[in-house]
C-alpha cells in the first residue's frame, strides 16, 4: 500500500488542514466505521454521525470567517468527503451534501442572506440541493416547480424527487421556473426555503439498493409561501448558478466514490492476502495480480485527477467544467470496477452481506448516476472537442 500512502502524502494541506483531516479520520475510523453496517441494516437516518461530525464544527470548513465559519482549502473539502465515505458512504454523502447545497450561497448570496443564514450551517445545519424532477433528471431545464412572486412573498408549487437530505434538512436551495419569464431556461431561478415551512411535504423517502442511511426523499410544494429576501440573486439567474454549482459539487462526488473504491481495494487486499487456496494466498496466483495491477493503476490515476482539480479550484479557476465532468465520470466507473472486482476476490463471500465488499458494490452504483449520469458525462467531454 506505499505507492497509495506515498500519494496521500504528496498532497499539500495547512498545517492546520491536517490536524483537522487527522481528527476526521480517526473519527471515521473509530466511531462511523464500526456503525456502517448497522445502519446499512436498518436505513435509519445516522443521527448519531451527524452529532460526531457537527462536534468537529466540520461544516465551518466551507463557511468563511465572517459568517461563523473556518474556511479551508477545496482539496481539504474533498479529502473529509473521501475519508468520511471510505468509512460509511452513506454519512459521506449526508455531510457532503451541505456543501452542494449551501455553497451557492457562499458564492452568490447577499450580504444579508449570508448573515442570516450562513452562521446556521457553521454551527451544524443540515441542508439539501433540490434540483431533481420525475421529468427533470440530467437535463435539469425540464423542471417544472413554479416561483410566483406575491409581493413581497414567493409562492412555490411543483414536486421534486430524488433529494438528499430531503426529509431532514434545515435548509433547502430549491430550483424552479419564475412564473413571469416566458423562456424555459432563462426563467430557472433559485431560492433557500427552510424547514418547516408550510405547505412544504415529505411525500416518502425511497427505500434504496445502496446508501440506505442516506434520506432520498420526494418533496411536494403546495403554495409554500417564501420570503422574496430568500431567492438569489435575480429571478431567471438559476442556470448560471446551477451550472457553476454543479462544477463544484461533482468533484465532490468524486470524492465520494473514490473513498468506496480505496475501502474496497483495502478491502480486497487485505482478504487476498489472508485467504488461502491449494495451500496458497490467493494473492500469490498471477491472474490474480493481474487484476489488482489495473485496480491499483485505475485508483491511483484517478486519486491524481481529483487532487488536479482540487488545485485548479483552490486558484480560483472559473473554466473547469471538462475536468470536473472526466474526474466525475471516471471515479464514478472506478468505484464501481474496483467494487465489483473486490466482491469477485472474495468469492462465495463477497456476495454475503457479512462481509463489507458486499455493500461497498451496493453504495458505488449510485456514483454513475447522480449529478448527471456517465453518459451525459461524456457527451459533455466529447462535445468540448467541437471546433467553432
Known sequence: MKIFDRL????NFASEERQLIDSVRVLARDKIAPRATAYDKSGDFPWDNVKAINALGLNAMFVPEAYGGAQMSYAAYLECVREI?????????????????????????????????????????????????????????????????????????????FITNGAHADLL?????W???????????????????PGLKVVREEDKMGLRASSTATLAFDNCRVPRANLLCKPGDGLKILLASLNKSRPSVAAHALGIARAAFEEAVDYINARKQSGRRIVEFQGIQFMLADMAAELALTESWLWHVARMVDAGAQDFGVESSM?????????????????????????????????????????????????IHRQLIGRSFLKK
Request: charged share 25%.
Open 8 to 11: 496521500d502524502a504528496s498532497v
Open 179 to 197: 412564473s413571469e419569464i416566458a423562456d424555459s431556461k432563462s426563467s430557472i431561478s433559485v431560492l433557500i426555503m427552510e424547514k418547516g415551512t
Open 85 to 161: 465515505s471510505k468509512a460509511c458512504a452513506s454519512t459521506g454523502i449526508i455531510w457532503a451534501t451541505n456543501f452542494h447545497a449551501m455553497k451557492p450561497l457562499v458564492d452568490w448570496g447577499n450580504e444579508e442572506q449570508k448573515r442570516r443564514l450562513l452562521p446556521r450551517l457553521a454551527e451544524g445545519a443540515l441542508a439539501s440541493l433540490v434540483i431533481t424532477e420525475p421529468s427533470a433528471g440530467s437535463d435539469a431545464t425540464g423542471m417544472k416547480t413554479s416561483f410566483t412572486p406575491d409581493g413581497d412573498e414567493i409562492v412555490v408549487n411543483g414536486s421534486k424527487t
Open 173 to 177: 436551495l430549491v430550483f424552479g421556473k
Open 327 to 375: 474526474l466525475k465520470m471516471r471515479a464514478s466507473d472506478v468505484a464501481m470496477r474496483i467494487t465489483t472486482d473486490a466482491v469477485q476476490l472474495h468469492g462465495g463471500y463477497g456476495y454475503i452481506k457479512d462481509f463489507r465488499a458486499e455493500r461497498l458494490m451496493r453504495d458505488a452504483k449510485i456514483t454513475q448516476i447522480w449529478e448527471g449520469t456517465n453518459q
